[in-house]
Structures are given as C-alpha cells and as structure tokens.
C-alpha cells in the first residue's frame, strides 16, 4: 500500500483525490492547502481523511508519494529539498497529465460498457436465438431467445462445451469446415423445430477463432402451413359441394360481375359459363330486375323473389345475399330454384319467409335517441317492463314509435333469443284474424297460428281498440290460462307469450261506448306506457335526425354528415302530425334529391310543405306544383280524418268515403301507417 501526502486541495487535488480512491493499493494519508474550505479539503473531511494548513510536520518515512498541485514553485522547490529520502515528489503539471488522463480511460471504458450494453439490449430483443462459441468449442455467447427455445438458462449455458448446451450442435464442425451453412433444419431436446444458419468466425488475419449459429422457431410456421393446407382442402370441398348442390348457385363480386356458377345454375337457366363469368349481374335475367344488385346497393338478403331467367325465360324464385367479411363487402351469393320443383314446399316457405322477416328485425333500447324528460321517463317505465312477465300497454299517437318500443322491451326480457311476431288488429277481418292468431282445425288436421310460433316469445298486438268484442274474449282467455283454442277446434292447447298491445285510441272512450271489454282493458294495462309524440319532446329531434341520417346514409349508400342552422330550424319549426314515421321520410326524400357530391342537407332541400311556418312561407307554397299543393292537401285530410276517428281505420274509410285497402295505401305513401 502506497502512502501518497497532496498538496493543494484546489479543483486539481480534489479531482486527483477522488481518482485515487478509486485505486486499492493507493491510501491518502493527508490532504494539505492553506484554505480550509477548499473543494479537497472539504471532501477529504467528509471521508475522513486528515486535512492539515501546514505540510512540513508531516514529511515523514511513511510517505511514498508527495503530489504537488499547488502551482507554486517556490513550494515544489521547498518540499523537494524536504522530502524523506523514500519519497517521490510528482510536480502539479504531471499530476494534472495523469489526471486527464485516467479520466479519458474512464470516459473510454464507460463508452464500451455502453455499447456493450446496447449490443446485449439488441441482441437479447430479437426473436431469433443466437449462440457463439470460441475456438476450443466452449459457449461464449447465447442470448434470452436462444435460451427460451433451448430452455436452458444463460447462466447454465455460458462457459459449458457446446454439447453440454445442445447435444446434436453442428457448430464444431461448421468451425473445423470453415463454411457458412444456411437454413438447415433441427429438432431441439425441448421439442421446438427450428431452421438455423451457422457461420465460422474469422479474423482480420484468417485465422479461425469461433462459429455462430442464429436459429428461429418455426413451429407456429409449420402450423400455419397445415391450417393453410387444412384451408385448401376446406376450399375444394366447399367448390366441390356447389358444383354437386342441386339447387342452382350465382355468386358476382362487389361490382356485380359474375365470378361463379355451378351446373344446376347451368341447367336451370340454359347459360353457360362463360356466357356469365365475367359479366354484368343482368345477364341472365329475362324478365325483372338483378337481385344481385339491389343486394349490393343495401347490403342487405333479399328472399323469396319471382323472376324470369334464362333463354327458355323459366319462372323461378331467388334468395341472394350479400358476402361481408369484416364487414366489407365482397359481394353476393344468389340462390335460384325452379318453380316447377317448388310448388309442394310453397306453406313451408311462407313459414321460413315469416321467421327469416321477424328475426332480422331486431332493435334494443339503444335505438330510441332521446335525453329530454319525457321520452327518458318512458324508456325508464319500458326497461321496468323488460324486467318482469307483465302485459304491457302502448299508448301514443301513430308514428311515435310505439313499435320501436315493443322491439326494445323484447329484446331486453328474458324471451330475446325467441320469436317476436307483430300483428296489425286493424288489417284483417275477424274471422280471418283469429285463424292467424290461434291456428284452426280442419277434420283431423290441426294448423298451428302465432301464438304457436311466438311461444316462448313476444306478440305485439299493434292497434288492439281494434279488436272485435269477441276476439277481446278470446285474447282475454290466453290472458288468464295461458292456452289457446284453434279455430273449429275445442281442445285447450297450452302456449307461453308475453303479451305487448299498443293503441292510439282512446281505449277509456271505447269502453264507456260498449266497443272494448273493461276486463281485458284492465287485463292489457297492467304496464302502461305512454309513448310522447315528437312535437312533445322537440329538444330532442336534432338528436333523433342524425340517428335517422346515419341508418339512411347505410340504405341509401350516401355519406350525407348534417344539416345546416336554418334547415334544422324549420325541422324544429314543424309540428310532425305524422312523428318520427314522417321525420325519416322527409329527411329520405331530400336525401334522393342530393347531388352526388352534397354532403349537407339545406333548407331548400326540405319538402315545402313542412317549411309552411309563416304567411311569407304559405305564399311560396302556394307557387308549387299542382300535385304539391294536392299532396300535401291530401295529407291534411287524412290526418283529420284520424284525429276524428281517433286513429280508428276502418270508421276513417268510411268516413272519407274509400276503402280500407285504399286507406292504407295513402297512410303508407304519407309514411302515416
């Protein structure tokens, strides 16, 4: 151990003091300068080390090395005649050379651990191993990779014979060869298949000092080229089964050009490929309209249509459907069957077209847009009514969503995942209607009706002040027995549905009037619910008409984003006789009448008879079109009309004279059904 004495504890003896701490066989025994608060001399008291004003009293045999970093060289002169015979005096100048540089040796190190810790940060990030060894076939390198396919740790594999690591290694001959191998494949003793490529390692002089190997686990490779091989032969037998179905399959891309066709198609329509692939979706139609196309534009099926197709023009019924994947559209699959094979399954495709209609319509509480007090107070009521096996009661004026509603409280009950069948009281005659509802017997032959098939599930009974007195009883019993009776038939048949009526009649009226059962009113009204009109809860309509744009922007295929102030104002201005039904057929009427490139609806493209607000207005309305003016006459009348009937379309027929069939063409072309 060398005892070294520094003279001077100023920015050069405090940095040569902290240097020679660092050192294990290097001891400062004193630290010497005239200021006591020198930088040197206050770190040295904080280690403990003696500090002292004065140097000659401590010029003693103990002392090895004497630093002068004083800068003065009448002292240097002072200590040098001083000094011990053992003692080495180093000049300040030398001190401060030694100083710089160790500092760059440490600078020089302390940038090699960087890069040394960068280069095992990079080399244990990647997903491919990497194993070296040296000349003698020791492992002086294996990285985190490396190690989780091998399962050995880096501690375990570091120093060990390449063998120890991976016993069927072929790193030892690749370094005896000295050739580079690419892309060989090994199975490891952890059971991971991996492909890896060695290389000798060679220095600047040629001489061979090592081999590495980088390797990658291609098992999940090797896996997804089964799945793809699995995929392939799924392919062939999906082409395999068209090509042999004997109904006839089409299927175009999201252009409508054919890409596919099988025999039966063949057969059914007389066309051959080539006369299809690769050609309009109209090139087999003879009579009609492409359902191709139709399903393209709205992404929607389309069931059940009759066209005529083909050279011969043969009748036949079409199913198409669109093809999505990830919700993008690839086109549509079309399924034809010949009329003349269809025939004896006519019944049973009605029954599938009314399960197919009932389960695509499908809406939550999410689908009715509204924050103001009412319309949040009626949700809140129907979401108590999802909750519990209660008959509920729909009250409100026509096109207020009463329909919605029973939707909604469906799919929130316990009954979501079966049937929900809607009935229209008012467009059938008794007779006709019970058949429908309860089914009939004919001899021994029993047909099932609605509640049949929504057993389990919901009945909506739209306009039930509707009802025949009689058909009240009926309804009345399946109320309190849960059984039917079929038409023609006396055997109670048991069913289990949840009952939704709705009304905008004045159902009190009518029982005072003798035209409703007071038993079933009170039997019906258990929960009732009263649905607002849209002029009752106008804050909500900006709400409910970017709803209604953003389903009719999907129907129409448009990317319309709003409305402008002032066309929103006159939405605002209007009273909606008609409700939400008449909102989403204003706003789809000014959505066809858009260029292509609109992307605003204006006021001017509002119908004018919903901008009739003021006198000035009134004038402007006046200089339409004959059939506008008459339009929207038409409309006022049969809106009149209802209020006096109080929604009642039979009196409402009568009244104005017209059949019920004609009646219900006006309400569905005024969007007031």
């Not at 109670?492 to 409703?516: C, H, Q, T, W």
């Not at 849209?534 to 709803?547: F, G, S, T, V, Y």
Request: aromatic content about 6%.
């Amino acid at each position: 151990m060398q005892n070294i004495l520094i003279i001077g504890a100023g920015k050069g003896g405090y940095a040569l003091l902290k240097l020679i701490e660092e050192a294990d066989y290097l001891q400062v025994k004193a630290v010497v300068d005239i200021d006591e608060n020198a930088l040197g001399m206050q770190y040295a008291k904080k280690q403990h080390i003696p500090t002292y004003t004065d140097w000659k009293h401590l010029l003693k045999s103990d002392i090895q090395i004497i630093i002068d970093v004083t800068g003065r060289k009448e002292v240097f002169l002072e200590l040098l005649s001083n000094r011990p015979a053992t003692a080495v005096i180093i000049p300040g100048e030398i001190a401060n050379l030694i100083v710089t540089l160790l500092e760059e040796k440490n600078k020089f190190i302390q940038v090699l651990d960087n890069k040394n810790t960068t280069q095992e940060l990079i080399f244990n990030s990647v997903e491919e191993g990497m194993i070296g060894i040296d000349e003698n076939g020791i492992v002086n390198f294996f990285n985190k990779s490396a190690s989780k396919m091998t399962q050995v740790t880096i501690e375990d594999a570091i120093g060990e014979h390449i063998y120890n690591v991976i016993a069927q290694s072929e790193l030892p001959r690749v370094f005896e060869a000295g050739q580079t191998e690419l892309n060989k494949e090994l199975i490891l003793e952890s059971g991971t298949k991996i492909v890896t490529s060695r290389y000798p390692m060679i220095n600047e002089e040629g001489q061979k000092i090592g081999a590495f190997a980088v390797f990658k686990d291609i098992t999940e490779v090797v896996q997804l080229a089964e799945e793809i091989t699995n995929l392939t032969e799924i392919q062939t037998m999906l082409e395999a089964i068209i090509q042999s179905s004997d109904d006839a399959i089409s299927v175009v891309d999201e252009e409508g050009k054919g890409i596919l066709i099988n025999p039966a198609y063949s057969r059914i329509t007389g066309l051959k490929e080539e006369e299809v692939i690769g050609k309009p979706a109209t090139a087999d139609i003879s009579d009609g309209e492409s359902i191709h196309l139709k399903v393209l534009q709205t992404r929607k099926p389309i069931r059940g249509v009759n066209i005529r197709v083909g050279k011969e023009k043969k009748d036949v019924i079409v199913n198409v459907a669109p093809i999505l994947v990830n919700d993008r559209l690839k086109g549509s699959v079309g399924v034809i069957h010949d009329m003349t094979e269809m025939r004896s399954l006519m019944k049973e495709l009605d029954q599938a077209r009314t399960l197919i209609r009932n389960l695509e319509f499908s809406f939550s509480f999410e689908d009715i847009v509204g924050k103001s007090e009412t319309i949040q107070f009626a949700i809140n009521q129907a979401k108590l009514a999802a909750s519990v096996p209660v008959t509920v009661l729909l009250r409100g004026e026509v096109g207020s969503g009463k329909e919605l509603f029973a939707h909604a409280i469906h799919s929130a009950s316990n009954r979501k995942f079966k049937q929900f069948i809607r009935v229209n009281c008012s467009s059938q005659e008794e007779h006709l209607l019970e058949r429908e509802l309860f089914g009939y017997e004919d001899g021994e032959v029993s047909y099932p009706g609605l509640f049949d098939e929504a057993n389990m599930g919901t009945i909506f009974l739209d306009e039930v002040g509707e009802l025949t007195i009689r058909t009240q009883a009926k309804l009345l019993r399946v109320l309190r027995e849960n059984a039917i009776v079929r038409v023609g038939g006396t055997t109670p048949v048991p069913v289990d549905v949840r009952l939704i009526a709705a009304s905008y009649f004045n159902l009190e009226k009518l029982m005072r009037e003798g035209a409703f059962r007071e038993d079933f009113y009170f039997q019906l009204s258990r929960m009732p619910i009263h649905v607002p009109a849209l002029r009752e809860r106008k804050q909500d309509l900006p709400d409910i008409a970017n709803h209604l744009l953003v389903k009719l922007n999907k129907e129409f295929g448009r990317n319309i984003e709003g409305f402008t102030k002032s066309a929103m104002e006159s939405l605002l201005l209007y009273d909606w006789p008609g409700n939400l039904r008449e909102l989403e057929n204003v706003i789809s009427r000014a959505m066809i009448f858009l260029e292509a490139q609109d992307r605003i609806i204006e006021e001017h493209h509002l119908p004018k008879s919903i901008l009739s607000i003021s006198d000035e207005v009134q004038e402007e309305v006046q200089l339409g079109t004959l059939a506008e003016q008459m339009d929207v006459m038409e409309k006022k009348v049969l809106l009149n009309a209802l209020r006096v009937c109080e929604g009642n379309k039979s009196q409402t027929a009568k009244k104005l004279n017209i059949s019920l069939r004609t009646l219900y063409y006006k309400l569905e072309k005024y969007n007031l059904d």
